[in-house]
């Protein structure tokens, strides 16, 4: 395969506009699978998660899951759709090892939920992205391609298929066609799959995460010459599995398309495949032949009619939006747009909000979630929200840091042991003797000993020079191994050497 | 042969409860029959004498245990081999699953051990239910008993032919566009298809999964009805199943009289294409109604007469979706996997060695009719048609309580005589179709025998949708008014199997 030559972003820009269209798959974390019982846990040994009916054995018949009929109407709902009175599945035809059916049922031309929108903020701008469309279906299997150098299909050994993924509940969500983006459009893509991500995650139907397929995109690009009326020829890249991944794709589109055309070539409508290493794209299957999956209702199950009392009973317990959410605590905590930005792109508005909730002042709960806590997070490997602390335990390490019991040094390590699972904040100071030390009694020794130890720093400061302390407390915390209440030792320095 | 072979099953559920026989002696005599005479007739695809035996006992030993049984309980019943089963193979008379043995057993059978019915065995059928001969099995024909060079009707040819020669007292059967009827008719012997959705899907290999509908067979009609009631019932499995409950067949099987009752004659079937030993038996079912006391009219169903072409598109289009799944993949045979080739050169292989010319027939008509750019015409159509047939049935029912008709234009055909004419062997289906279309009620019970050949005549009663009691009342009314004539059942005139 040649490699494709590229045009610069910003000269490719001058003379195309870029027009997206984004297809998002996102799993819904419901206890059991689409039209089966079986669980749906990530991470299970390979075909311990199947029955009949998600097997597609002979004779199985699916039965829909009622909660995630709801789930997939909370995130039409969310996305200020119309849902719809009636509808039907369609099956979806077409023969692959990982499905087991050889059709996937989903919906076709009569789907749940229909015309909505999202706005997003790129650079203190706002777009409104346009949703078609949000439809359910079931996930297939996972094939994985054993050999060969790509660990895709073509050249591997063979082939293992998982079917513990088959029949998981799978919501499509599919926008119109996102124009008037200019060289805005690879950054506009990226908030619109970070704002969704966010929405969804609210809604607590899923546990949104890219990196573990809970949530896909596939992301359509095609350019038309600046002033030209016509919509030029679409890819879509599948395989985009991060946030950033979705910035690249677009923008790397852009380049090889712009390239391709200002050469007087004329782009293949294709699927291309995303690589995270190269951030580039590769063709993939062609869409010109195009497959005909022989779409038609699907028989095996009655239409869904959602009724109208259901639907907005389902409204009524939508949670507080992403989007007014961060409006609120942007003002409640007094925060930059900088500030805000950091604390959701790190997942932490809802934990800091618990942290608060639980009894800390809100710079606190911001300053551990972001600091102290994100780095170790990202030392992990893993989201803020999935490290082994809840919020209120972090509300009462600062709890203990107001009351002087801790300082901050002595706090970090209360969320070592915390996150090392030696237990809660208290066990873990009982455990680990992380009391500061205000008693008096206690730190006059080691005051005395200080200030006779640093005689010529002691007479600085009985001569007036009260700033020169600093170096007695710290010195002070450093024979206490930092569990000196720092405060209190000044204090003391101070009124031993008559300087208060 | 033993006397207990010729008892109704009503009979021996009696004979059985009251202690003067055990099940096992009962399955015991049937066994013995079967070894006897299914040399010549074929019916069986598959009898565990062993296994029987031991079920028989279980039967016992839970009456002995003091367990409340049903009138069934221990009566034999051969069980169609699309159902299936997880001790016996299960193979739909295909070569595709040669050797499966399900995991799981479908709704129908679970609930025919829960009525304590001893399963003989799995009975010959037309592949995937595809046929109205039982020439289409992949393991050979099934032979009718009156007549051991005809066919015994299909696609449930083993189970009407395993009831007519006295092999079980009952059996289980299918009926998609007429498997059960017409079987029925062409060996004398009772068939009903209950309304769709009144007996669960669930376990059933489906053909066409709007239509299949499994139903019981008998010698006489309150057997089928007790059976009937036995496997029938909302099936939380399958979401196609009515939420109501069993119309009461078995009390309307014993209530046989047509008193007050108005019986419509279908204008459009009768004359060009129908045998004339059979519309004079059927004419003459007609007559006997009206001195029963029922008042006869003549209605008209101007489109019945394009059931057939539209159910020649919508069962072919849901079957050519429904046999993908068997792909090699997962279970049944699998063809040239010798690490030479690619999985979809192994389906490819595994699916041209494994169906047979008609099935492979039935999914090119399918998918074709399905194609894009095909379905409005094709399908779309004959969904339409589907709703024209409806607004007849609608319509006829507002005047009349039941509809009658000849159950198939004609009587059994030589084995052989069609098997190279499609046309011909479709057009046995022609007057059982329409109610498959809408899912209404119907059944065939004898009424006597064509002069030209001896062969036993089925009239159909047909009533709306749930109206199951109505064609077990009128049945069971024209059985006991005909056995009166004919001084006993019309199976006692069939000649007598040579034990081989």
Redesign the interface.
């Known amino acids: 395969m040649s490699t494709p030559t590229v045009m610069k972003f910003e000269q490719a820009l001058a003379k195309f506009e870029p027009v997206l269209g984004i297809e998002t798959h996102i799993e819904l974390g419901t206890n059991s699978k689409m039209f089966c019982g079986c669980p749906t846990a990530f991470g299970a040994a390979p075909n311990t998660q199947v029955c009949?009916v998600c097997?597609?054995?002979?004779?199985?018949?699916?039965?829909?899951n009622h909660a995630a009929i709801e789930g997939i109407i909370k995130i039409g709902l969310a996305l200020n759709c119309d849902i719809v009175e009636w509808c039907r599945f369609a099956?979806k035809?077409y023969?692959y090892?990982d499905m087991?059916?050889?059709?996937q049922i989903s919906q076709y031309d009569e789907p749940l939920c229909v015309d909505g929108h999202l706005d997003v903020e790129v650079e203190g701008e706002t777009y409104r992205i346009e949703i078609e469309r949000v439809h359910m279906e079931e996930d297939t299997g996972k094939s994985q391609h054993v050999g060969g150098a790509t660990g895709r299909i073509q050249g591997a050994d063979h082939?293992l298929?998982d079917y513990n993924r088959a029949g998981i509940p799978l919501v499509e969500i599919v926008t119109k066609p996102i124009t008037a983006t200019g060289d805005k459009a690879p950054l506009v893509a990226r908030a619109y799959a970070t704002e969704l991500r966010e929405l969804v995650r609210s809604l607590g139907v899923s546990d949104v995460r890219m990196e573990q397929g809970s949530m896909r995109c596939d992301v359509n690009v095609s350019l038309m010459p600046r002033g030209a009326a016509e919509w030029g020829t679409r890819t879509e890249t599948k395989n985009v599995n991060s946030l950033r991944s979705v910035e690249r794709a677009v923008r790397s589109e852009i380049e090889r398309q712009a390239a391709v055309l200002d050469s007087g070539g004329r782009i293949v409508q294709e699927t291309r495949h995303f690589h995270e290493n190269t951030g580039t794209t590769t063709s993939g299957r062609s869409k010109e032949e195009a497959q005909?999956y022989?779409?038609?209702p699907e028989?095996?199950?009655?239409p869904m009619a959602p009724s109208r009392e259901w639907v907005e009973e389902l409204r009524a317990t939508l949670p507080e939006l992403p989007a007014a959410r961060r409006k609120r605590v942007q003002q409640e905590w007094n925060l930059s747009e900088l500030e805000l930005r950091d604390a959701v792109n790190a997942g932490a508005v809802e934990l800091i909000e618990d942290t608060i909730k639980a009894g800390a002042a809100a710079p606190a709960a911001r300053k551990w979630w972001m600091n102290e806590l994100s780095r170790r997070a990202t030392e992990q490997g893993v989201e803020l929200a999935e490290l082994p602390i809840t919020p209120e335990q972090v509300a009462r390490v600062q709890a203990m840091v107001d009351a002087r019991e801790l300082n901050d040094k002595l706090a970090r390590k209360v969320f070592e042991g915390v996150l090392a699972g030696e237990g809660a904040p208290d066990e873990v100071v009982a455990a680990r003797g992380l009391k500061v030390v205000s008693d008096d009694g206690a730190l006059a020794a080691i005051i005395d000993q200080v200030i006779a130890d640093n005689a010529d720093v002691a007479d600085k400061i009985r001569a007036g020079r009260v700033a020169a302390a600093g170096a007695l407390v710290g010195a002070v915390m450093k024979a206490s191994r930092g569990q000196a209440d720092a405060g209190r030792a000044r204090e003391l320095i101070l009124e031993k050497l008559g300087a208060s | 042969m033993s006397e207990l072979v010729k008892k109704s099953a009503a009979e021996l559920g009696a004979l059985i409860a009251a202690g003067e026989t055990s099940a096992a002696e009962v399955a015991q005599a049937h066994l013995d029959r079967v070894a006897a005479v299914d040399g010549e007739v074929h019916a069986f695809l598959h009898v565990d004498a062993e296994g029987v035996l031991a079920q028989a006992r279980a039967v016992d030993g839970r009456r002995a245990a003091g367990e409340e049984l049903g009138p069934l309980a221990g009566v034999p019943v051969a069980h169609k081999d699309v159902?299936?089963t997880a001790d016996m193979p299960?193979t739909?008379g295909s070569k595709i699953?040669e050797g499966?043995r399900?995991?799981?057993d479908?709704t129908v059978t679970a609930r025919l051990r829960k009525a304590g019915l001893v399963i003989l065995g799995k009975t010959n059928m037309d592949e995937f239910a595809m046929g109205s001969s039982t020439e289409n099995s992949a393991y050979g024909p099934t032979r009718n008993p009156w007549d051991l060079a005809r066919i015994p009707g299909g696609s449930s040819g083993g189970s009407s032919a395993a009831v007519a020669a006295y092999e079980a007292p009952l059996s289980t059967g299918t009926d998609t566009g007429g498997s059960i009827r017409q079987p029925a008719a062409v060996t004398g012997i009772v068939g009903a298809k209950p309304t769709y959705g009144g007996s669960s899907?669930?376990?059933?290999?489906?053909f066409?999964?709007?239509l299949d509908t499994p139903g019981p067979f008998a010698r006489n009609v309150l057997d089928a009805a007790l059976l009937h009631e036995a496997f029938s019932g909302h099936d939380?499995?399958?979401?196609?199943s009515v939420d109501r409950p069993v119309p009461p067949v078995v009390e309307a099987a014993r209530r046989a009289d047509v008193a007050g009752m108005t019986v419509g004659v279908v204008k459009e079937f009768g004359g060009e294409g129908y045998q004339p030993g059979v519309l004079a038996r059927f004419n003459e079912a007609v007559e006997l109604l009206e001195s029963l006391g029922a008042k006869v009219v003549e209605v008209s169903c101007p489109n019945f007469g394009y059931a057939m072409p539209a159910y020649y598109l919508i069962a072919p289009?849901?079957a050519?979706?429904n046999l993908?799944?068997?792909?090699a993949?997962?279970?049944g045979l699998r063809v040239g996997d010798d690490g030479s080739r690619s999985?979809?050169e192994v389906?490819a292989l595994t699916r041209a060695a494994g169906f047979g010319p008609e099935v492979k027939r039935r999914i090119m008509l399918g998918?074709y009719a399905?194609?894009?750019g095909y379905?409005d015409a094709y399908?779309g159509k004959a969904q339409q048609v589907r709703t024209l047939i409806s607004r007849d049935f609608d319509a006829a029912f507002e005047q009349v309580d039941v509809l009658v008709s000849p159950t198939t234009p004609t009587t059994a055909f030589p084995i052989g005589e069609r098997a190279d004419d499609p046309m011909a062997m479709y057009l046995a289906d022609l007057c059982t179709i329409p109610s498959n279309m809408t899912g209404n009620a119907a059944i065939s019970v004898p009424c006597g025998l064509a002069d030209e050949d001896g062969l036993p005549v089925g009239l159909q009663i047909m009533a709306p949708v749930l109206g199951d009691d109505r064609v077990y009342r009128v049945g069971a009314a024209v059985e006991r008014a005909l056995e009166d004539r004919w001084g006993g059942p019309l199976l006692a005139q069939a000649p007598e199997l040579e034990a081989k």
């Open positions: 009949p097997l597609g054995l002979p004779g199985s018949l699916p039965v829909t099956r035809n023969f090892p087991p059916k050889d059709y082939s298929v005909d022989r779409y038609f028989p095996d199950l009655v | 159902f299936t299960t739909a699953l499966w399900p995991p799981y479908a899907r669930y376990g059933l290999i489906a066409a999964s709007s939380p499995m399958d979401s196609t289009s849901e050519s979706s993908a799944r068997f792909d993949m997962r279970y999985a979809e389906m998918t399905l194609s894009s379905y399908y």
